[in-house]
């Protein structure tokens, strides 16, 4: 016959613990949607910034051309 070995964590374990965690459950939450706000807003601003440059210079006057844009001289 196999033996069984049972594992048991140490340390504490915290249940249910009520004292003062109403404000860290809100800070947490805030900041985590505030990483998450953040995270989001990097992406955005690296896929859109050249495509947002290449729209207000097709807008402006005199009107260029896209490879007059796009041109490095």
């Known amino acids: 016959m196999a033996s069984r070995v049972s594992v048991k964590g140490k340390g504490k374990s915290i249940k249910g613990s009520k ?10 939450c805030l900041k985590d949607w505030s990483n998450w706000a953040l995270k989001k807003a990097k992406v955005i601003t690296h896929y859109g910034f050249i495509p947002m440059v290449i729209i207000i210079g097709m807008n402006s006057e005199p009107k260029p051309q896209l ?3 796009l041109s490095p001289v």
């Open 19 to 28: 004292d003062g965690s109403e404000g860290h459950s809100t800070a947490k």
């Open 67 to 69: 490879y007059q844009l």
